[in-house]
């Protein structure tokens, strides 16, 4: 089976056969943005609405949890047969779970794309002079955070304990990084506490962009994310068993 056609199955059968992932890429991060945009509209001034603060945070949480969906699509229990079938027709086993990797990023590509165009073209939110550079960014949160979900997946060897991981870690950090209400929320402490969540800091190189014109922040979070993402596909490579993932 060629490497493409590998694709085009994940995609056809992994994701646009599945509600629950298609739900979750293209309903999920509106509806979210919009119940927190008008619930808490009375609770912004300064120039700076409800809905630009959550049009911009939201879709960093659904980026980090990214990779969930990927490790439903590598270890989930009716994925196990055409993974079998899969692993005879290629030379490089790997192969199996870099396609779904691949898919599910071209998938969120389309998803991103999709919310933002429709919160610029309906809540007029502020994504900078140059929204690209803020999609790139989102972009690659989701293809980072795709390869830490296969890479957990394959060493745990376990798509439940992988998934508990991640939605535990995730969510803490959210709460810590300003992603569901502002830091100053959270107190003296909360704020302290902040300084150690990774995603305040992600948070605040794409407001600095969006507001200030300051690339740096997004620039950094492009660098680390793409190292560590190429560490963990490395990583991934050197534990992945095939037998682990057809029976």
């Not at 990779?67 to 079938?85: A, D, W």
């Not at 939110?125 to 795709?146: A, E, Q």
């Not at 810590?176 to 302290?192: A, R, S």
């Amino acid at each position: 089976m060629k490497k493409w056609n590998l694709i085009k199955f994940d995609i056809s059968y992994n994701i646009a056969k599945k509600p629950v992932i298609l739900v979750y890429l293209f309903v999920f991060p509106f509806l979210i943005f919009a119940l927190l945009g008008y619930l808490t509209t009375a609770n912004f001034s300064g120039g700076i609405s409800s809905f630009d603060y959550y049009g911009l945070t939201i879709i960093i949480y659904f980026q980090l949890t990214m990779g969930t969906m990927v490790s439903n699509m590598i270890m989930e229990e009716n994925v196990k047969l055409p993974n079998m079938r899969i692993a005879y027709s290629l030379e490089d086993e790997n192969y199996i779970y870099i396609s779904k990797i691949i898919a599910l990023t071209l998938a969120n590509a389309i998803s991103i794309g999709v919310y933002m165009l429709l919160l610029m073209g309906i809540y007029h939110v502020n994504f900078g002079t140059n929204p690209l550079m803020v999609y790139i960014t989102y972009m690659i949160l989701g293809f980072f955070s795709t390869c830490l979900g296969a890479t957990l997946c394959i060493g745990l060897k376990d798509e439940s304990a992988c998934n508990n991981i991640l939605g535990v870690v995730q969510i803490i950090l959210c709460i810590f990084g300003g992603i569901f209400f502002p830091i100053t929320y959270l107190g003296k402490i909360g704020i302290f506490l902040s300084n150690f969540s990774i995603v305040k800091w992600i948070n605040f190189g794409i407001g600095s962009y969006v507001y200030g014109q300051n690339i740096k922040g997004q620039l950094i979070v492009w660098v680390f994310s793409l190292l560590l993402a190429v560490l963990l596909l490395f990583a991934a490579r050197k534990m992945f068993k095939i037998q682990l993932f057809i029976h």
